[in-house]
C-alpha cells in the first residue's frame, strides 16, 4: 500500500460521471484523488436525471478512468412517484449495508459526501460515528429561501438544506467549500471548529482542447455564447436584454444558449417567447441539453463567453462551475461583478467584469471585446493560465489530497 492512500467512499445524490456542474466538478475531484494514489469509489443512492435520458446509464458497476462508481436502486431516477419513493428509500439502505462491509474490510477510511441537507446528513453522519470513519462534506451553494407558504415544496426543500448546512454540518471533521461567503458563515454563524478549505473548482482543461476542425456557429456573425442552466438567477435574462441593446449597434453578432432544466420541465418555450418579445429571437439559438462530450465543440464555435449571474446570495455564495470551462477554451469572458469573482480577477486582465443586473454596462462589455479582438484574446489566455493554476484539477489535487491526510 502507498503511503498515506486512503480508502475513500464519495457520496452524491446528484448525477455522475456526466450531467451537469456537480457531475463534472465531482468527475474531477475524484479523478485527482485517484491520481494521488487513493482507492476512491463514488456511491451514488439515487439514480441519475438528466432531462429527458440525455446522458443515458444502464450499469450498476462502471468505472472512468481509474474511478469505480455504482449504483445501489436504479441507475436512472424514475419520473413515477412509487419509482421516485423507491430509489430515495431503497437506495440508502443498500449504501449503508454496503459501506458496513467496506468497513469490515478496512476499505472505508473517509465517507465525503457531496452538499448538504437534513436528511441525508443525518445518515452521513450516523454512519460515520457508528463506523467510526472520518467525515468530509462538500458545501457548493447557499439557496435562498424561497416566497413561498408553507406547503411549498421548493421551501420544504429549502429548510431541508439550512437545517442541514446550520445545525449538523459543523459535526463532520472536514469541510471543502466554494468561496469566501460559505466558509465565513460556517465559521461566524455555525461556529464551525474543525479544518475547512476552499476550493472553487476543479477542471479537467484537456477535455477542452481546440478541437482540430472548428467552425464559427454562424458564419459572417460573432457569437457570443452561454452555457448552464438558463434561468433568471443564473442571468439569462439580463443576458438576453443586454444582447437586445448590443444588436441594435452590432446585427451581425449571434447568441447561443446551451443548457436547460435538467431536472424538470423545459424552460426554453419562455425564452423563446422572452426573446421574440424583445425582438432579438432570429439572432438567437437554444439548444437545450446536449451531451456532454458535445459542449467543448459549441463552445470552441464561439467569440465571447458570458456570465451574467444578478445580485443575491445563490451569486454571492457560489462559485460558477462554467468558468473554468470558458477559461480552459481560452475565449475571453465577460462576467458580472458577485460573490468572488472580484477577489480573483481585475477587469480587463483574465475577464471582463461588468455590473450585475446592468445590461447596459454588461452590453458595453460584449462591445470592447467586439471591437478589441486583440486584446480580447490577450484577456483568453490570461483566464486560460489562471484556470491551469487555479482550478486544473491535476494541480490543485494536491492540496486537497493534503487536506484530507491531515483529517
Not at 407558504?149 to 439550512?162: E, M
Not at 453578432?253 to 431536472?263: E, M, Q, R, V
Not at 484574446?377 to 486544473?392: A, H, Q, R, V, Y
Amino acid at each position: 500500500m502507498k503511503k498515506n492512500k486512503k480508502h475513500i467512499k464519495l457520496i452524491t445524490y446528484g448525477n455522475f460521471p456526466y450531467g451537469g456542474a456537480s457531475a463534472n466538478l465531482l468527475r474531477n475531484f475524484s479523478l485527482g484523488l485517484s491520481e494521488k494514489g487513493n482507492d476512491i469509489e463514488v456511491l451514488l443512492p439515487k439514480g441519475i436525471y438528466y432531462g429527458n435520458n440525455v446522458e443515458k446509464n444502464h450499469q450498476k458497476k462502471a468505472k472512468i478512468d481509474s474511478v469505480v462508481y455504482r449504483h445501489f436502486c436504479y441507475t436512472n431516477h424514475p419520473k413515477n412517484y412509487v419509482g421516485k419513493l423507491i430509489d430515495n428509500v431503497i437506495g440508502p439502505i443498500n449504501l449503508y449495508f454496503y459501506i458496513l462491509k467496506q468497513k469490515r474490510k478496512n476499505k472505508a477510511d473517509v465517507i465525503i459526501k457531496y452538499n448538504t441537507t437534513l436528511s441525508s446528513d443525518l445518515f452521513f453522519l450516523f454512519t460515520g460515528k457508528i463506523f467510526k470513519i472520518k467525515t468530509i462534506c462538500i458545501i457548493p451553494e447557499f439557496y435562498e429561501k424561497p416566497k413561498k407558504n408553507i406547503f411549498s415544496l421548493k421551501l420544504i426543500k429549502w429548510y431541508d438544506f439550512y437545517l442541514g448546512i446550520r445545525f449538523l454540518s459543523k459535526h463532520v471533521d472536514g469541510l471543502i467549500v466554494l468561496s469566501t461567503f460559505l466558509e465565513n458563515f460556517l465559521i461566524n454563524k455555525v461556529r464551525y471548529k474543525k479544518s475547512i478549505i476552499i476550493q472553487p473548482n476543479f477542471i479537467d482543461s484537456k477535455n477542452f482542447e481546440m478541437p482540430s476542425k472548428i467552425l464559427p456557429f454562424k458564419e459572417d456573425q460573432r457569437t457570443i455564447g452561454y452555457v448552464g442552466t438558463p434561468t433568471k438567477k443564473d442571468g439569462v435574462i439580463d443576458l438576453l436584454n443586454s444582447f437586445q441593446i448590443l444588436l441594435k449597434k452590432y446585427p451581425n453578432t449571434h447568441l447561443l444558449i446551451i443548457g436547460d432544466i435538467t431536472n424538470g420541465k423545459t424552460i426554453i418555450p419562455k425564452l423563446k417567447k422572452y426573446a421574440l418579445k424583445l425582438n432579438v429571437i432570429n439572432n438567437i439559438t437554444f439548444t437545450g441539453l446536449v451531451p456532454s462530450a458535445k459542449i467543448p465543440f459549441l463552445l470552441h464555435s464561439c467569440d465571447i463567453l458570458a456570465l451574467t449571474r444578478p445580485k443575491g446570495i445563490f451569486a454571492e455564495a457560489g462559485f460558477p462551475t462554467k468558468l473554468g470551462e470558458y477559461f480552459a477554451c481560452k475565449k475571453p469572458v465577460v462576467i458580472t461583478k458577485v460573490g468572488d469573482i472580484p477577489k480573483y480577477f481585475n477587469n480587463n486582465e483574465q475577464a471582463i467584469l461588468v455590473n450585475p443586473e446592468d445590461p447596459v454596462n454588461i452590453s458595453k462589455g460584449f462591445e470592447y471585446l467586439l471591437k478589441n479582438k486583440n486584446q480580447a484574446t490577450k484577456i483568453g489566455e490570461n483566464g486560460f493560465c489562471w484556470m491551469k493554476k487555479n482550478l486544473d484539477y491535476h494541480i490543485v489535487s494536491d492540496k486537497i489530497n493534503k487536506f484530507i491526510n491531515n483529517i
